[in-house]
């Protein structure tokens, strides 16, 4: 069964960074790109990033570029999100999701989430 | 960046009900539409991809259509489980962008 594990959330300060972590099982992981989304409270949902099955291609939306790096570890079935200078506004349940087709075909989004992790930016 | 446009906001029906929400893109997206739905505190959960195709294990009551930029999700006769909200999202381009989300209240 496939399964998403997201963990490193916590209540950060404003400026500061936060490594998000998602552990992938139950599925081969090398041959799917993978997302995070994120959702505010009380909010919908927001595409933050995509990574593809080899790590090669990124895509953020405009909100974090430049302070948010996804990358993915196919030996350990892990991707992870780097947050630095972390603003009030990126406070969100943060989600990580399986692409739903292999290779680069990202047209069909995703298929499976994780559970998510609480992201609280405060000061 | 494609904005997704999801209407109502939100609606209130009863059990038996036909429901219809509907998203609209702002350029064309073919028929790279994804519907999710999303219970209180708990992850998305996929119903239809590409426009039309029920995901595994999504009951037929649920049904997609549509192509290039008007899409509509149908919920043919609204169960118990069926209260939640849906959300479109399109595939077609980066940032894939969702809809603002549909709230199902009784």
């Known amino acids: 069964q496939v399964h998403l594990v997201e963990s490193g959330g916590g209540v950060v300060q404003p400026g500061r960074s936060l490594r998000l972590s998602c552990a992938a099982s139950?599925?081969?992981?090398?041959?799917?790109?993978m997302h995070w989304v994120r959702q505010a409270p009380g909010k919908g949902l927001e595409w933050v990033a995509m990574i593809s099955f080899d790590g090669i291609n990124k895509y953020y939306v405009d909100s974090v570029k430049g302070r948010f790096t996804i990358s993915r570890d196919n030996s350990k079935s892990t991707v992870f999100l780097q947050m630095n200078s972390l603003r009030l506004e990126d406070t969100a349940v943060y989600y990580c999701?399986?692409?739903?087709?292999?290779?680069?075909?990202?047209?069909?989004?995703?298929?499976?989430w994780g559970q998510g992790t609480t992201v609280t930016v405060s000061s | 960046d494609i904005q997704m446009t999801q209407s109502p906001s939100s609606v209130s029906a009863s059990v038996g009900d036909r429901v219809t929400i509907t998203c609209r893109a702002s350029?064309?997206?073919?028929?790279?539409l994804t519907w999710f739905q999303q219970k209180p505190g708990k992850a998305p959960n996929l119903l239809i991809y590409?426009?039309?195709t029920l995901h595994v294990g999504v009951p037929s009551r649920f049904r997609g259509s549509g192509s290039g930029t008007d899409f509509t999700l149908t919920i043919s006769s609204l169960q118990p489980e069926d209260f939640a909200s849906y959300f479109c999202?399109?595939?077609?381009?980066?940032?894939?962008?969702f809809g603002q989300g549909t709230r199902v209240e009784i």
């Open positions: 590409g426009a039309g």
């Open positions: 350029e064309d997206i073919k028929t790279w």
């Open positions: 999701a399986k692409n739903h087709g292999s290779g680069n075909y990202h047209y069909y989004g995703v298929d499976v």
């Open positions: 999202q399109q595939a077609s381009s980066f940032p894939h962008t």
């Open positions: 139950g599925f081969t992981f090398s041959p799917y790109a």
